[in-house]
């Protein structure tokens, strides 16, 4: 018997896309995008069809796994849940005991986005009073460039985009990241709409644009201040808007006007000809549409080029929206109170609070140690970014290792208790988007796969365990819904909560059609925003970190961008291309100095690590820019342990963006270096 039911995808992504479960027999068949979801439309990428095979696949982790093998050998003998729980409760409490709880450190991240699953481990971890940990390696920089002179104000709604005559994609792959907005823009264009694509390579959206332009990494700053001074040389900003809805633009004016533009072609990368050609675009269409990636912002001025981005934006008047008229970072559509899903008021007392990106530094010099990590919704070892040194942490043999998974990952064989993570499928949650504006709760559409459980599940059977009676850990997993909901902003009055948890689709009141956000909640752009000492107030040009380091420099001549490849979300699916390395873009340039051929295999390496990779000889890169798509896991599981090699972010730095604490992933100096 052939059945189907409604669902949702859980994965890092801001399509957040409706979907619709084919289950014959109990078992999940074909995943096919939901037609009456408005923003899904019936389509879904390449990667979620791909589930049901993950779902069943040799790799699932299906049972509760003791390690009897040496530290990431991936050696475990199957034991049952109650077991898995007496060594949980006995181990974290033993290391509370002995070290004080600050010596648990849990690690966790958006490998499911439903809100419940994403924050369970939360009340435990408060109750025991460890390191909390500042979830950070993703979005933290865009987000706090946003609300540094934005403030609350949500994004643009895509559909905006069908309206519009120019649209600019800035710093984001839509064709990978984001295939959904892409119908918005195919529309448009059949309309007569031009499609600028702003990255440093020429990727799969860029192929497709009519104006491509190729930034110098870390250069989106400059670019769009830039603009900007064209557009007030010319007095052709948007004085009413200015005026009416924003405070402070003299300051950044005054800036502009004596920013000398060989600062700006020098940072940028491009010549002022280039610069003032896009300024006239830009000048030149009223019905402008800019959609931000998060990607232009994983480097040490990431927080600049949203503040620079969102300033521009402000000065043509994109805030005001109108037909075709907006800007999109965030759809920040749904805003519920977070403290209902971790219940900080557990905790007895204040505890260091160490940042994700810092995972490295934490499981091998940090003072006093972290001597218990419990790992779910993530794979750090893959993910996290300077990996080798994670790797290094991880074969502690006085760190005992938990791991809660759905899939053998690299992170999974350094663990020393092994549990069956249930996946989206076999859960119940809530989900919002950041890419649209539709929210919707969700109920399991199969039994768990073998003894799979869910991290809410896990968490509260665990804290029964441990023999903690507070009310946060006899709720159900309904109660935290529903608490979640209880005072969260975006949900139009009309609503009824028993609606949403029967699985209605419900649109956030904040997306006003004409994305005329800033005037009807009456807030105000800041072109000045509170200087710090570290700081500036204004959006300006400021100093990279690693690439502008001489010393380095010298050594690894090349600069490093990781970004998203189409068969991958971040680590996931990992597990489908483990005899695949993944390639890197080099420009011809390059490959004839360094006598790289194509389709060889070469190291990229530097001062934190190495990685194999495949080399391809493009123009799609700049000279001097290597480009490796995808967190792919290794050639195979051998090289996964071998400790003097790793994936992609083995050459990743642990330093942190200027603002919001956010990853550095896409500014590391490398050099090439043959196999031999």
Known sequence: MKITKKTVCPLDCPDCCGLIATIRDGKVVA?????????????????????PERLYSDHRVKYPQLRIGPKGSGEFK??????????????????AKEYGGEAILPYSYAGNMGAVNRFAGYPLFNKLGTSQLQQTICSAAAGAGWEKQCGNLPGCPPENCLDAKLIVAWGINVKVSNIHFWQYISKARKKGAQLVVIDPYRN???????????????????????????????????????ATHTQGFDQLKLYLNQCDWKELVRESGLSKIQITKLANLFESTAQTFIRIGIGLTRNSRGGMAIRSITSLAAAMGLFQGGKGRGLLLSTRAFQGKQSVLTHPELAKHERRSINMIHLGHALTTLDPPVKALVVYNSNPLSVNPDAAMVRQGLAR???????????????????????????????????????????????????PVGEGRSNFDFFQQLAARMGYDDPP???????????????????????DIQEILDGKLIRS??????????????????????????????????????????DLRSRFPFKLLSPPHPDLLNSTFGEFYKENIGEVLIHP??????????????FLV????????????????????????????????????????????????????????????????VALQHIV
């Open 31 to 51: 995943l096919h995008g939901d037609k009456e979801h408005p923003y899904t439309n019936g389509f879904t990428c390449r990667k979620i069809r791909r589930y």
């Open 78 to 95: 199957r034991i049952g849940w109650d077991e898995a729980l007496d060594i949980c409760a006995d181990r974290l409490a033993g290391v």
């Open 204 to 242: 799969q959206t860029a192929r497709s644009a009519d104006h491509y332009v190729q930034v110098k990494p870390g250069g989106d700053a400059a670019l769009s201040l830039g603009i900007l001074k064209w557009l007030i040389e010319r007095d052709t900003i948007d004085k009413k808007f200015i």
């Open 397 to 447: 043999e006085d760190l005992f290792t938990i791991v809660h998974e759905q899939v053998m990952t690299p992170t999974a064989y350094y663990a020393d208790l092994l549990l069956p993570a249930t996946t989206f499928l076999e859960n119940h949650d809530i989900y919002t988007a950041y890419g649209h504006f539709y929210l919707k709760v969700i109920q399991p559409v199969i039994e």
């Open 473 to 495: 850990f006899l709720k159900s997993c309904e109660q935290r819904i529903c608490a979640y909901l209880g005072n969260m902003k975006g949900l139009p009055e009309s609503v």
């Open 509 to 550: 009141d904040r997306s006003f059609p004409d994305g005329n956000a800033i005037v009807k909640l009456n807030q105000k752009y800041t072109f000045v925003a509170g200087e710090q000492a570290t700081i500036p107030g204004i959006a300006c040009l400021t100093a990279s970190q690693e690439f502008n380091d001489p």
């Open 589 to 602: 340039d390059d490959a004839e100095k360094y006598s790289v051929n194509d389709a060889e295999e070469i």
């Open 606 to 669: 530097n001062h934190r690590g190495k990685t194999r990779r495949i080399a391809r000889i493009t123009p799609d890169t700049q000279r001097g820019v290597l480009v490796a798509e995808g967190i792919f896991w290794g050639a195979s599981e051998k090289q996964n342990r071998n400790r003097d090699e790793g994936g992609i972010n083995d050459l990743t730095s642990q330093k942190t963006t200027d603002i919001g604490g956010g990853a550095t992933f896409h500014e590391s100096l």
